[in-house]
């Protein structure tokens, strides 16, 4: 009777759950699709950069004489500083190639010799070398 009565419970209890997430659901879907005026000023605002960097056609975006100056003023101070030739633009990314070397031949030279099969006599004479070590050994 008691098994019976706990899992009555816990199947009411359940539904009341999945009842609850689904009245919340909406909820959450409209806080996800509205958007937040100071997201829609940020969004704005980088249409607007955009806009406005077309325009300037890779120059500086609103850019005073002054500030134009000062950054000449420090592309060539790094060019001096890095050696960069007149002409380079270094503020695009650099291409690299790379090129492997061939690969040199170690000089070793091994000269492989066929082993001579040992005569019988040998091979007998240290069988029973080993079978006199063994039999020394043990007490």
């Known amino acids: ?19 609850r997430d689904l009245s919340v659901t909406p909820i959450v879907y409209k806080a996800a699709t509205s958007t937040d005026p ?16 077309k325009e300037a056609g890779g ?3 609103d850019a005073t004489p002054a500030v134009e100056a000062r950054f000449q003023s420090e592309l060539h101070r790094v060019e001096q500083t ?9 503020t695009k990314f650099p291409t690299f190639s790379f090129k492997d070397t061939p690969l ?3 000089s070793v030279q091994v ?10 006599d040998d091979i ?3 069988e029973i070398h080993w079978i006199e070590a063994i039999g020394q ?3």
């Not at 100071?38 to 406005?52: E, N, S, T, W």
């Open 59 to 61: 120059k500086l975006v």
């Open 137 to 139: 050994r043990t007490p």
């Open 38 to 53: 100071i997201q829609q000023l940020f969004v704005d605002k980088i249409r607007l950069y955009a806009q406005k960097s």
């Open 111 to 120: 000269e492989l010799k066929p082993e001579e099969p040992d005569s019988l």
């Open 124 to 126: 007998l004479e240290e």
């Open 82 to 90: 890095y050696g960069v030739g007149k002409g380079e633009d270094f």
């Open 1 to 19: 009777m008691l098994a019976k009565a706990g899992t009555l419970l816990r199947v009411c209890s359940q539904a009341v759950k999945a009842s």
């Open 104 to 106: 040199e031949p170690v």
